[in-house]
């Protein structure tokens, strides 16, 4: 099989395992609802026919958005990770490792400290002073690692070193203010237990423009692993395409952490899993990645929240336990000096 | 189309002038080549052209328009580029490789198309790369990864063509496939602009010579008005001897 062919059968049965992963997921849970009956539901939402009794409210107002915010956060770092290492031309890359994810975290800090500890504040306050300080620590990166011909090796280091200044702050505010920040603890550790519809609807459209840039981006993220000089031969400013990149990552980022928390490993090792299933060209890839980000994502706070129901385990908790083994394995197979992107 | 290259000179950070107000012109369907010691400017002189390096002062003008006010995708239409080494560590397949040479001829909104892959798998097959197609390219030799670089180039379909030392790693027989081939792109009304380790074989299939010391042009015009013994000593500081039989063959010996 040749590996276009495989793409497009494997990009078909990660859509087709999502759709089976979203029915099981609105099944299980503290009231577990048949899967047939869940089938009907959805049939008749669709048709404009939802009731009020417990079981549509259970399936459609807590369980759908929660995976639809999954599903659009899940594809929106595994999308942001593939541009990561496209742009610094790096298998190991992360969308957190521009600084994003630190900066984000501290602005969560802040909010949580200097407004209020009351949860229904926190709740709006949080997410908007976190997107911002996310995006603010990425423009910072960005002035500071800008020179040179090519982006990646400034903007690796400053974002290494800003990152570790952004994360010294939020442990050194967690150490002075304890209990207070309680639930910077869980919003750090990431999940989806205060997702509702208005998180998914801001989430879903993100995505899907992100999406939609990754594809037209696709091919000149292609030329742009031949190297600085042959993308220019070929008729790339790879420049302008490394800063279109990092407006990329910043933007997915911000929003899904904001949202959730920091998820780790998803953006990761879903573009790097299937690059190796499917080769590195990003016209494949892209679809691939969105799709398989949304599917782990899904099926990791699927676990989250019935493993040790009634609890709720942080999700990040989670993709880090799978992902990290994944991590190991991947670097025991691979030289890591000879990069593979 | 015609290259004018006018009184260009480039000089790196903190460094002497590597050019030194070059000018000559280049010809559709003429093989020009430049020959020079190592470090003398040849490379940079190339990367000039096509804009990858930017000359302080001077101009580079295709058919009278200037290559800097033109998109890196514009020049990338026009110019096709066989670097002198490529990042072996690239994850593609040699198919894929090649098709990246369409980059240039696309917009926004069209993606791959099947003329796209036509002119790929042409491309290979002129190269005699076609069953190399979907092996990694990470894993074929130097020659094989050479070919499908030029392969690459051919893709590109631009009316001229740089070639940066394509001679470095092949052997004699390659050496000789590829300078027939240069030959032929150039006998097809392509313009050929080609930096020249290789003084004994690759003036057979060249037109003009370019000598070039330290950043200046020495001597420029027909290979054996250029090749000469005593332009040879003075440039490389060696001696050898040269005598021209006619054209386009030569005897050396040492002198």
């Known amino acids: ?341 | 189309m015609t290259v004018s290259v006018e009184n260009i000179t480039f000089a790196y950070k903190h460094a002497q002038y590597v050019l030194n107000g070059i000018s000559l012109e280049l010809k559709p369907g003429t093989v020009t080549a430049i020959f020079g010691p190592n470090g003398s400017g040849k490379s940079t002189l190339l990367r000039c052209i096509n804009r990858t390096l930017q000359p302080q002062s001077g101009s580079v003008t295709i058919e009278n328009r200037r290559v800097n006010s033109m998109s890196h995708q514009e020049i990338a239409r026009m110019i096709a580029v066989v670097p002198q080494d490529t990042p072996s560590d690239i994850p593609f397949t040699a198919a894929e490789m090649v098709m990246l040479g369409r980059f240039a001829h696309r917009t926004v909104w069209d993606h791959e198309t099947a003329e796209d892959r036509t002119i790929m798998t042409q491309a290979l097959v002129r190269l005699n790369a076609f069953d190399l197609a979907s092996r990694p390219f990470n894993c074929l030799s130097g020659g094989e990864r050479q070919r499908i670089i030029l392969a690459r180039a051919l893709a590109q379909q631009t009316p001229i063509m740089l070639f940066d030392e394509p001679d470095t790693h092949l052997d004699i027989s390659h050496r000789l496939e590829l300078y027939k081939l240069v030959r032929k792109l150039a006998d097809e009304g392509k313009t050929i602009f080609m930096a020249c380790h290789d003084i004994f074989t690759a003036p057979m299939f060249v037109d003009t010579a370019v000598l070039l010391q330290r950043g200046n042009i020495h001597a420029m015009g027909p290979t054996n008005s250029v090749l000469t013994s005593s332009n040879i000593a003075e440039v490389f500081g060696t001696s050898i001897n040269i005598s021209w039989q006619h054209n386009l063959s030569f005897a050396v010996s040492l002198a």
């Not at chain 1, 078909?12 to 503290?30: D, F, P, Q, R, T």
């Not at chain 1, 207070?180 to 899907?208: D, T, Y």
């Not at chain 1, 929003?255 to 990761?268: M, Q």
Request: net charge positive; proline share 4%; with cysteine.
């Open chain 1, 1 to 341: 099989m040749t590996t276009a062919s495989r793409a497009k059968w494997l990009t078909a049965i990660l859509l087709i395992a999502m759709l089976g992963v979203v029915v099981v997921s609105l099944a299980v849970g503290s009231v577990q609802i048949p899967p047939d009956q869940v089938l009907w539901r959805c049939l008749a939402a669709l048709k404009g026919q939802i009731t009020d009794d417990a079981v549509d409210r259970i399936l459609f107002t807590t369980r759908l958005p929660r995976i639809i915010l999954a599903a659009a956060v899940g594809s929106a770092l595994a999308m942001a990770g593939l541009a990561a290492q496209t742009l610094f031309r790096n298998p190991l890359a992360s969308p957190y490792i521009v600084g994003v994810s630190s900066g984000s975290a501290v602005g969560a800090v802040a909010a949580m400290l200097l407004i209020s500890t009351t949860t229904a504040i926190t709740f709006t306050a949080v997410p908007a002073f976190s997107i911002v300080s996310g995006l603010l620590v990425t423009a910072i990166v960005f002035l500071l690692g800008r020179r040179g011909k090519n982006l990646g090796y400034g903007l690796l280091l400053a974002g290494i070193a800003i990152g570790a200044l952004c994360s010294s702050v939020t442990a050194g505010a967690l150490y002075l203010a304890g209990e207070r920040l309680q639930n910077l603890v869980f919003w750090l550790m990431g999940g989806f237990w205060r997702a509702n519809w208005h998180h998914a609807l801001l989430m879903v459209p993100v995505s899907a423009c992100g999406l939609i840039t990754l594809i037209m981006l696709a091919p000149a993220m292609n030329v742009a692993l031949a190297g600085d000089r042959s993308a220019q031969d070929l008729g790339l400013n790879i420049k302008k395409l490394q800063k279109l990149l990092l407006i990329f990552i910043a933007l997915e980022t911000a929003l899904a952490v904001s949202l959730t928390g920091i998820i780790g490993f998803v953006g990761l090792i879903i573009p790097h899993l299937l690059r190796l299933i499917i080769g590195a060209d990003h016209n494949r890839l892209v679809p691939a990645t969105a799709i398989g980000g949304a599917l782990l994502m899904i099926v990791a706070d699927t676990l989250a929240r019935t493993l040790a129901a009634p609890a709720e385990i942080p999700v990040g908790i989670l993709t880090a336990m799978v992902g990290a083994p994944v991590f190991l394995w991947l670097l025991q197979r691979r030289n890591l000096g000879r990069s593979v992107v």
